[in-house]
């Protein structure tokens, strides 16, 4: 593919904890990537985008980095990386590499001797602050519970922390720090990958250090030099070459995100965010128990895809990650089989459809489920079980903790691939490092290759339609009938060509509205439709 067609592109996210095991210890590894190339290519992405394989404590699964340059032996060697990018690229599939430097593992090299010697070159290459009245500098929140500081006694200093405490803030100000993280990126596409995705990276420039009303993310978020630094990286890394870039947006806008991705101003090349998965949150608070509201999620969909289409900008588009429940559960419908691959395929059909580069996540492609664990025991997520303290000590029950975490969860999606129906799901011959969910006797790979009508087979058709026709990469969207309760519905317009798209998010068949013209070119579809009705969790997408 070349680069001007990079956009037609579909993205296959791993998390290679949980994706194959080869040797025994009931961790994924590099090797059992490569194994299952010739799956990815029969599946039809483009790209893979490898969550983080650098040393690392683990702490965060890796999103905790000790040294950039070296590869987790856990993981493998960095032969067995190079091996998997050649042996990707002879399958025409693309690498992209995770990179995550808006902060390091406090036993990064830099951090340890920042923290052993407050004169240490590397101590501006954090945020370490006094603090006269002995509280923390500001009262900001880290994202996984707690004040975001912490105290060093021997220095009387705090240092920043956004997320885990062993998750140290890097100081983007200090053109040292810059520059050393130029020259991984550098050392990686030298490497031979073909694209990154970067981590939480419109947190990378912090504003000012005063106390906030909420929890502080109005000081970092999207701030005051993140387009320059964004602009700044690519001059001395990507920009140019034939790589894609995606950034992880926390808690962004649409302008902000117009500004990241317009091609003349050479930021990234496009950008994820998260404002359509609040839409089952109570007030904001993600450690709540709530349905989905479908209205809000249509309204989000539709702003991001006008705005950032309007706006010249490029949106990544997706329902599932490491840190999100299965979509199935969430938004669909698990409760048997029927609807379980109903609802998934109409979930699969509906985004597939609209504008910007879609990522595929592990297991997403044969509606793999939230795993239902009934104990806080077979949690292993740092933010699931701070979450599951803290909620705790403020006084809720344990069962009611434990619903929250079954919807809400990021072990929810970290559960190991389910290729086959023999023991562990054929993931690990050993003891898997999580439970995986009983339901894998029937929700597998081998089994879904095997099943003409699986979700499997809708997402091959729906990744060869986007290659096939331009409309879907580059046409404008129209949102219709926003106000219905059950139906999605919306058009695509290309040249002279238009698609319309019906999706029923209700398990009941309702009636499709009786001024919509739904005749023309069938491309998908789910379910019957007839007599002006559409199955439950059904879908069409006809070319007019
Ligand atoms: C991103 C990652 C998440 C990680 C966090 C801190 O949101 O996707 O898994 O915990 O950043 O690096």
């Given at each position: 593919m070349s680069q001007s067609d990079w956009r037609k592109s579909v993205v296959y996210q791993i998390y290679p904890k949980s994706f194959n095991d080869t040797t025994g210890n009931g961790e994924g590894d590099l090797k059992g990537i490569i194994e299952k190339l010739d799956y990815l290519q029969y599946l039809g992405i483009d790209y893979i985008w490898l969550t983080p394989v650098y040393e690392s404590p683990m702490n965060d699964n890796g999103y905790d980095i000790s040294n950039y340059y070296k590869i987790n032996e856990k993981f493998g060697t960095i032969e067995d990386l190079e091996t998997l990018v050649t042996e990707a690229h002879k399958r025409n599939l693309k690498v992209m590499m995770d990179i995550v430097i808006n902060h390091t593992s406090t036993e990064h090299e830099w951090f340890k001797q920042a923290y052993a010697d407050s004169d240490s070159e590397f101590r501006d290459y954090y945020f370490f602050k006094r603090s006269s009245d002995a509280q923390p500098p500001t009262n900001w929140e880290s994202k996984f519970g707690g004040n975001a500081w912490k105290y060093d006694e021997k220095t009387d200093a705090y240092y920043l922390h956004l997320f885990d405490v062993t998750q140290a803030d890097l100081n983007w100000d200090n053109p040292n720090v810059r520059h050393a993280l130029y020259d991984i990126i550098n050392y990686w596409i030298d490497f031979g990958v073909d694209g990154f995705r970067f981590d939480v990276i419109n947190l990378i420039s912090k504003g000012e250090f005063k106390n906030s009303e909420?929890?502080?993310k109005e000081f970092y978020t999207d701030g005051p030099r993140v387009h320059e630094y964004l602009h700044e990286m690519n001059e001395h890394t990507f920009g140019g070459k034939d790589l894609m870039t995606v950034g992880e947006m926390s808690s962004t806008t649409i302008e902000h995100c117009i500004k990241y991705t317009s091609p003349e101003r050479q930021e990234l090349s496009s950008v994820f965010n998260f404002h359509h998965l609040k839409v089952d949150y109570v007030n904001g608070e993600k450690w709540s128990n709530a349905r989905l509201d479908f209205h809000k999620l249509k309204d989000i969909l539709m702003e991001w895809q006008l705005g950032i289409y309007e706006g010249g900008g490029w949106n990544a588009i997706f329902w599932c990650n490491h840190d999100q429940p299965r979509v199935v559960s969430r938004f669909g419908n698990d409760s048997n089989e029927t609807l379980r691959k109903q609802s998934a395929k109409m979930l699969a059909t509906v985004l597939h459809m609209m504008q910007g580069t879609p990522y595929i996540y592990q297991g997403e492609e044969i509606g793999m489920t939230n795993p239902g664990f009934g104990s806080i025991n077979q949690y292993r997520d740092i933010e699931s079980l701070n979450a599951f303290n803290n909620m705790k000590r403020v006084g809720y029950d344990e069962d009611e903790i434990l619903t929250i975490l079954g919807q809400k969860s990021r072990d929810n999606s970290r559960?190991?691939?389910?290729?086959?129906?023999e023991k562990n799901a054929g993931f690990t011959t050993g003891t898997p490092w999580i439970d995986i969910p009983d339901n894998f006797d029937q929700i597998n790979v081998k089994a879904a290759i095997e099943d003409n009508y699986s979700v499997l087979h809708t997402y091959r058709d729906l990744i060869r339609l986007r290659h096939e026709y331009d409309i879907i990469t580059y046409g404008s969207i129209e949102p219709l009938y926003?106000?219905?309760?059950?139906l999605f519905i919306y058009k695509r317009h290309y040249k002279d060509e238009t698609w319309l798209v019906v999706a029923n998010f209700s398990k009941e068949r309702v009636s499709i509205p009786k001024d919509l013209d739904i005749e023309g070119q069938v491309m998908i579809q789910h379910g019957n439709i007839s007599d002006g009705l559409i199955d439950g969790f059904g879908t069409i997408v006809v070319a007019q």
């Open positions: 909420k929890i502080g559960t190991p691939v389910q290729w086959t129906n926003m106000e219905d309760d059950e």
